[in-house]
């Protein structure tokens, strides 16, 4: 939808490939999911699932309405599937690394003010797979809760 107005979900994605991407040895950390990984460690973020709640209408006295969402927030690290000890060397430091610099970050500054809340950081260690890519690595489940204004267009007359 192009010339629409980038929403706090996908505002924070982008802050999260941003931070992400800086970390050592990095080598593809794209701001979409691309339809195949050439390049490894690659580094993926994309929306999983979350759910959005009412919590002030128009007819309220701040006359601004707002929601919140609860947002879970897919973050993947891939290394190359080639030897199992080899990859598992090379993916093992990425599990530390995400989640300091994701926590470090919230405690600065809620990436940017987006976030009102830190739910939960889940995390495993896995065989993956992207593409035609069979890969090995860590799979980051980031929950968050983002509140926002609702924001009407302006009527057409």
């Known amino acids: 939808l192009t010339g629409m107005p980038s929403t706090p979900l996908e505002q924070l994605k982008q802050l999260l490939v941003e931070e992400l991407s800086t970390l050592p040895g ?7 999911p691309t ?10 973020v994309y929306s999983d ?3 959005y709640k009412l919590e002030t209408h128009s007819g309220s006295p701040r006359r601004q309405g707002t929601f919140t969402g609860q947002h879970i ?22 599990g530390d690394l995400i989640a300091t610099a994701l926590i470090e970050r919230f405690a600065e500054d809620c990436f940017d003010h987006l976030v009102t ?7 495993n260690f896995r065989a993956l797979d992207w593409g035609d ?7 980051f489940q ?16």
């Open 26 to 32: 990095i080598r593809h950390a794209p701001d979409k």
């Open 35 to 44: 339809e195949q990984l050439n390049d490894f460690p690659a580094l993926i």
């Open 49 to 51: 699932s979350g759910t």
């Open 73 to 94: 927030i897919r973050i993947e690290l891939h290394v190359e599937r080639r030897n199992l000890q080899d990859d598992v060397a090379r993916a093992d430091p990425y």
């Open 117 to 123: 809340r830190l739910v939960e950081l889940r995390y």
């Open 133 to 139: 890519s069979e890969t090995t690595g860590w799979r």
């Open 142 to 157: 980031l929950e968050v809760v983002i509140n926002e204004e609702i924001v009407r267009g302006t009527p057409s007359s």
